[in-house]
């Protein structure tokens, strides 16, 4: 009871501006716990990204797609740009992590950043490079790598990622680049939609540049080799 008692007027107590400011707190803490298990089982209606990026301007243009109806080149190709070592970490590489740390001062970068811290940040966070959004997307990273497959949490990435301005997901950039569906992805076309992934701003899929060309041949060379760090993800479409 003391107990109870005490909680009660940490609650409780004090003026009102603290009592509210204490439960705003607490509902940003527990949102993204909470929206984990819901997301699970449910399509994300949108992330933190999405909405963000409103204010800037951009449209929200989106589709939500199984993982099964996308084409498996597309896995290949991200996971071989973006985390190789997907299926054996549990939210952070950290390998990569520790390797981002001795390449200089300025913190990790986003060759240390998992499928997992990618999808913290977007879903929950914002971004920006800062050890406190850094600070609170590891540990929910690895919270969400623990409640989700690593199947889900792959659709997931996939189906909020950004892909262009005010594009969001496999689906709307497979047909805002190609005009096709995400099913229908070859090897090359997956190849440079990962490509763009560090930058989408600047990067365009549909009209590669140069050096977009010349990313995407060497994720494509490295897709070849992807096979075998693919196992937690169960059965794959077909390709």
Not at 18 to 41: H, N, Q
Not at 133 to 154: N, V
Not at 188 to 203: I, S
Request: proline share 5%; net charge positive.
């Amino acid at each position: 009871m003391i107990f109870g008692d005490k909680l009660k007027a940490f609650w409780f107590s004090g003026p009102p501006w603290r009592v509210w400011l204490k439960r705003v707190l607490a509902m940003i803490f527990l949102w993204p716990l909470v929206m984990t298990l819901v997301y699970g089982i449910m399509p994300v209606p949108f992330s933190n990204l999405m909405i963000l990026r409103l204010f800037t301007g951009n449209g929200i243009h989106k589709d939500w797609v199984s993982y099964s109806a996308m084409s498996a080149q597309l896995a290949r190709a991200v996971l071989a740009s973006e985390d190789q070592r997907f299926c054996s970490h549990h939210g952070i590489d950290w390998i990569e992590f520790q390797d981002a740390m001795d390449g200089g001062d300025e913190g990790p970068s986003r060759g240390a950043s998992t499928i997992s811290m990618q999808v913290a940040k977007n879903m929950f966070l914002w971004e920006g490079r800062s050890f406190i959004r850094k600070g609170l997307e590891m540990p929910l990273a690895l919270y969400m790598d623990g409640i989700l497959t690593k199947r889900r949490m792959l659709e997931i990435y996939l189906n909020i990622v950004e892909w262009g301005p005010g594009i969001y997901g496999a689906e709307a950039a497979s047909q805002h680049h190609f005009g096709k569906s995400s099913a229908r992805l070859t090897a090359r076309e997956a190849a440079l939609l990962a490509a763009v992934l560090p930058n989408p701003f600047k990067r365009d899929a549909g009209h590669p540049s140069a050096k977009v060309r010349a990313i995407a041949a060497h994720i494509q060379d490295m897709m070849d080799g992807m096979d075998g760090y693919l196992a937690c993800l169960g059965q794959n479409p077909p390709l």
